[in-house]
């Protein structure tokens, strides 16, 4: 099992930035792949971007592609979510997860540890 432990949400507005991050530590980071989920109000949560451990291959929504930017610190056991043009569609709760393998999908099942989440509020 691996325990997350997410930060670096806050309120911001329209067209800014916001790094998350996310803490692992249990299992050893530098045997799975990390995902970014988030959940509207009055959603479903849903997929946002992973990346594998061992290529850095990463992959994207079609919602966030060429806005946000996934990466992993192997040395530090952390991930970050850059989140750059941000909309008012963006707000919502933000979660980090850790994948069951080395490998990664969109799918929740695939993901076996998840953070208490962290707000993200754009304000138009």
């Known amino acids: 099992q691996v325990q997350l432990i997410e930060s670096g949400g806050r309120l911001v507005q329209a067209g800014g930035s916001l790094r998350l991050s996310c803490a692992a530590s249990?299992?050893?980071?530098?045997?799975?792949?990390m995902g970014w989920f988030r959940q509207a109000p009055g959603k479903e949560r849903e997929f946002v971007a992973y990346?594998?451990?061992?290529?850095?291959?990463?992959y994207y929504a079609d919602s966030v592609k060429g806005r946000f930017t996934i990466s992993r610190d192997n040395a530090k056991n952390t991930a970050y979510l850059q989140m750059n043009s941000l909309k008012p569609e963006d707000t919502a709760v933000y979660y980090c997860a850790a994948a069951k393998y080395e490998r990664a999908t969109i799918q929740e099942s695939d993901y076996d540890s998840w953070g208490q989440g962290t707000q993200v509020t754009v304000d138009s």
């Open positions: 990346i594998t451990w061992r290529y850095g291959i990463t």
């Open positions: 249990g299992r050893p980071f530098n045997s799975y792949a």
